[in-house]
């Protein structure tokens, strides 16, 4: 990512430990995608606060137990790589999901050392598409001493679950940003392999 979108996503990322409110006498708590956006992030918080100061192995280990379930990124990682997705083997398929969740991680672990207090207000009401099968919760972020941005949570339904698989700040969405970086890799490496290896050196936990 330049340097601009790693700012954006470190933003992002770091909501994910904000306090939710919600305006009065709207239904949008009661429906189940912002639901499941509450008690993942409070589960989440509830661990994390027992920590001091956590490692970044520590906090990796909380996302893995509390907020991986409820994402999928085996469609992150084909929506990011788009067209190319078809043209490369299972092998560096399985390769590609792996670096691409490592590198996410890596950027959720410096990310939650920098929550201060910032609130979320969701904006009622949630937009579903025409089967009920994809969603878009919409909110925005504040903080009396920040400027406030409008971020977005797209999830799809699964069975009976909803999972996310994209979330856009200020009109950035993760996938395209990651598509972006992604595309710069192979424009300069034709061997897709060679892209794997980079982003597997990205996404390196470092402690």
Known sequence: MNKKIQVIFVLLISILGMSFTYAKNTSCYNEAPVKLLDSVVEKFLNKLNNYKKPSLTQVRGLIKQ????????????????????????????????????????????????????????????????????KVEIDSRVTHPQKQSFSLKYRLYKKGNEWIFYDIIIDNVSVVHSYRQTVRRLIEQHSNFDKVLDIMAKKGHAKG
Not at 66 to 87: C, M, S, Y
Not at 97 to 115: P, W
């Open 66 to 133: 509390d907020l991986e379930p409820h994402a999928n990124f085996d469609i992150t990682a084909r929506l990011v790589l788009g067209q190319k997705w078809r043209q490369i083997t299972s092998k560096q398929k399985t390769e590609f999901v792996k670096n691409l969740r490592n590198m996410i991680l890596n950027t959720y672990g410096s990310a939650f050392t920098n929550y201060s207090g910032e609130k979320i207000d969701i904006r009622c009401p949630i937009k579903y598409n025409s089967k009920k099968n």
